[in-house]
């Protein structure tokens, strides 16, 4: 991958669709703060410095499977967090995990969001994604019912020291590689232990309506909400994903 570094951009996910129009492929755009970062729903991401604000841009002629993409990204960040968080001396628990579709939880807190936007006719995905490292504010929504944390933050007692970013990028992109390969079945089912939101009841807010539901299996497709009514099953494919208890 050519890693394109920036001090400032509006949004690595812009900058990324014009490089990518202009010919680019198979890159990563990289920036210390954005000033119209963007979040998935239309949201904003508040990018102050300290955060890592990437998108990984790919061929998707060569790429068959663009369904698997946000499983690898949320995966590969979650393998990083790990490894980093491995190497700090707490005695705290530590735990990570993924909500659906792919925020990144820390003991339930939002440490990073991944927002996917597809170029079908010129063949090109922008997988974009924001990390909470060494940010103290977090990146959070005022309608958003998790805490927003960053590592920095969560390891403070410990580590004064900084995340460094640029390690934090090679590991990143190292897994992300490896997830790459991965067979489907693996992929999903790797997705599937470190999912938070796999046997949660959840409430689903759809573009004009709400569903609650138990969630009794996720795959490529989407989520599958028993609705305990009529409906049945429902195969959700986008919406926001509140759990419940
Ligand atoms: C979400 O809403 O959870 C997704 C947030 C994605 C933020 C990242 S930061 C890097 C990239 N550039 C953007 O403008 N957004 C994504």
Not at 85 to 110: M, V
Not at 147 to 161: C, D, G, P, R, W
Request: glycine share 6%.
């Amino acid at each position: 991958f050519k890693v394109f570094k920036y001090d400032k951009v509006n949004s690595t996910n812009i900058v990324s669709h014009n490089l990518a129009k202009n010919g680019q492929n198979n890159f990563i755009v990289m920036a210390n703060t954005q000033t119209d970062g963007k979040g998935r729903l239309n949201r904003s991401w508040a990018s102050e410095e300290g955060g890592l604000y990437l998108s990984i841009v790919l061929d998707i002629s060569k790429f068959e499977e663009i369904a698997h993409s946000n499983f690898i990204a949320s995966l590969s960040v979650l393998t990083t967090l790990k490894e980093f968080s491995s190497s700090f001396n707490t005695s705290d628990d530590i735990n990570y995990s993924i909500k659906w579709p792919n925020d990144i939880l820390l003991n339930n807190c939002k440490i990073c969001g991944i927002l996917s936007e597809l170029n079908i006719k010129e063949n090109y995905i922008v997988i974009g994604i924001g990390v909470n490292l060494n940010n103290s504010l977090g990146n959070i929504d005022n309608d958003c019912s998790y805490k927003a944390i960053s590592l920095n933050q969560m390891f403070e007692n410990t580590e004064k020291e900084q995340i460094d970013k640029n390690l934090f990028l090679t590991r990143l992109l190292s897994n992300f590689t490896n997830y790459l390969t991965m067979n489907s079945d693996d992929l999903i089912n790797n997705y599937k232990l470190n999912s938070e939101t796999l046997n949660k009841n959840v409430k689903i807010i759809l573009k004009d309506s709400e569903l609650t539901g138990k969630v009794v299996n996720i795959d490529f497709n989407g989520l599958y909400l028993d609705t305990n009514s009529d409906l049945g099953i429902k195969l959700i494919e986008v919406g926001d994903c509140i759990h419940l208890r």
